[in-house]
């Protein structure tokens, strides 16, 4: 599963940055306030959480998403699962996601830590099931046969990773997600707003987190 590990550095009291993309892996003031703002508000959640709800992500990163919406759900006292799929070409050690998480007692990493030397990476317990799909997304996603009620686009900046931003790989991201699903992104960039317009969604922009002025957000009607 490690094969192509990537190389990271820590920065402002141990935060990853990657020196693939230039760009640190979650927000350097609060990781968890920002996956809280963008990704579970940005998707109206948790108010629409239900049994089965399947969240799809591009860019699993140290899992931080994952782990914050298993919470979420958890503690809206939803019977039932979350679905939680994601899609990563360049997944981190064991070791790697044990620091990047170690700065959030909140969290449970073991939840990922356990199983993280399988090749293929499938959790289910009777409150979450859990996916993550190794592999360039351009080649990945459009294997996968189900659909997303929520969408959490977490690559990096639309200009150091342009490869998880293309139209074609829009274009697989609403085919595979439910009518009056949605997205949600940290990028306010205008090629990324015009691209998922293009592919169907209704898109939006709003309030960013932190020092990031806006973000984006959207619907598939």
């Known amino acids: 599963m490690h094969d192509q590990t990537p190389v990271i550095n820590w920065i402002d009291n141990g935060v990853p940055f990657s020196q693939m993309f230039n760009y640190p892996y979650y927000s350097t003031e609060n990781g968890i306030d920002e996956t809280l703002h963008v990704f579970l508000k940005g998707n109206g959640l948790p108010e629409r959480f239900y049994d089965g709800f399947q969240i799809a992500e ?76 190794v592999g360039d997304a351009r080649k990945t996603l459009k294997h996968w046969a189900e659909a997303a009620d929520a969408w959490f686009s977490d690559g990096f900046a639309p200009s150091r990773n342009p490869e998880l931003w293309q139209l074609d790989l829009m274009r697989d991201v609403v085919t595979h997600t439910k009518t009056l699903g949605t997205f949600s992104t940290y990028s306010s960039a205008g090629i990324i707003r015009c691209n998922l317009a293009d592919v169907g969604f209704n898109v939006t922009k709003s309030t960013g987190f932190g020092k990031k002025r806006h973000m984006s957000k959207g619907i598939k009607f």
């Open 58 to 133: 591009l860019g699993f990163g140290t899992g931080l998403n994952m782990l914050v919406s298993i919470n979420e759900f958890i503690r809206s006292s939803n019977k039932g699962k979350l679905k939680y799929i994601s899609f990563e070409a360049f997944p981190l050690s064991t070791n790697q996601i044990a620091k990047a998480l170690s700065k959030f007692p909140t969290l449970n990493p073991e939840i990922i830590l356990d199983h993280w030397k399988q090749e293929t990476l499938e959790i289910k317990t009777e409150q979450y099931e859990i996916q993550i799909i």
